[in-house]
């Protein structure tokens, strides 16, 4: 008997886990910063992140989303997570939540 997975209850643990990858130079999770760009998940509960840096020289360009993936794969009902990077459009301070912006000093 196969399962069907609730994308969305699962979609809103990813955004969980995401919360608690911080930009180490930066004092802002990587969601409220704005470098996540979307979330897919589909039947096979494989996860692609399409997220980008702050900026392309970012000094944890190798390791960041090395530690996103690493960290959605061990979410239970993920049987696979993938990080691409983009530029596309390349980050920029208006991306940030309002909570971010607050906790930056920009509000």
Do not use: H, R
């Not at 399962?3 to 999770?29: A, H, M, N, R, S």
């Not at 696979?80 to 971010?100: G, K, N």
């Amino acid at each position: 008997m196969s399962e069907t997975i609730d994308t969305t209850e699962l979609g809103e643990k990813i955004v969980k886990v995401l919360k608690t990858i911080y930009d180490p130079e930066i004092p802002v999770d990587i969601y409220e910063l704005g470098l996540i760009y979307d979330v897919f998940v589909n039947e096979d509960q494989e996860v692609k992140i399409l997220m980008t840096l702050t900026t392309p020289n970012c000094p944890v360009a190798e390791t960041l989303p090395v530690e996103v993936e690493e960290k959605i794969k061990t979410i239970d009902d993920v049987k696979d997570a993938e990080v691409e990077i983009t530029f596309d459009p390349p980050w920029s301070q208006d991306l940030m939540s309002e909570e971010a912006k607050l906790e930056l000093g920009l509000l």
